[in-house]
């Protein structure tokens, strides 16, 4: 039986396009969390250890006021840059939580079309099976009315 056209089609391919957009999207957004996850993790690693080296160095007593001065601004500035990329990672847990969203969206309006195509084809199915039926009755119907014709001659 020729098959009948799902007329949202477009609009279902359309709809594909975008969860599929919208999860590479979410892909990238997860490998940015994870990106500014390690470049965190760097940042403590690098401050714990400059602050180890200096609290050797200062309890050894080989540092002068100057140098000790120095060194404990270069930890400030070791501890904002913390800062900095705890905010840089809030900032890209937000934009993921975001297009996760968006992607979930995305992802219902595809299933949404998917499904109204399924009842399409189902309702299409049932149609031509009805069809079908009728005509095997008819030609029942017409043999058996050639058979009682067949038997009174």
């Keep these: 039986m020729k098959r009948v056209p799902f007329p949202l089609q477009t609009v279902h391919n359309l709809r594909e396009m975008r969860r599929e957009e919208a999860e590479r999207q979410l892909a990238q957004a997860a490998s940015a969390v994870d990106e500014a996850a390690a470049q965190l993790e760097e940042a403590i690693r690098f401050h714990a250890a400059t602050a180890e080296e200096y609290a050797e160095n200062y309890g050894a007593g080989a540092l002068d006021p100057q140098e000790a001065a120095m060194r404990s601004n ?62 095997l009755d008819e030609m029942a119907t017409v043999a058996q009315a050639r058979r009682m014709g067949e038997n009174k001659s």
């Design 74 to 135: 270069y930890l400030t500035a070791l501890a904002r840059r913390i800062q900095a990329a705890r905010a840089h990672l809030a900032q890209r847990q937000n934009e993921y939580e975001a297009q996760r969203r968006l992607t979930i969206t995305a992802a219902r309006n595809a299933e949404v079309t998917a499904k109204l195509r399924e009842h399409h084809d189902a309702r299409h199915e049932a149609e031509a099976a009805r069809v079908e039926q009728t005509q």
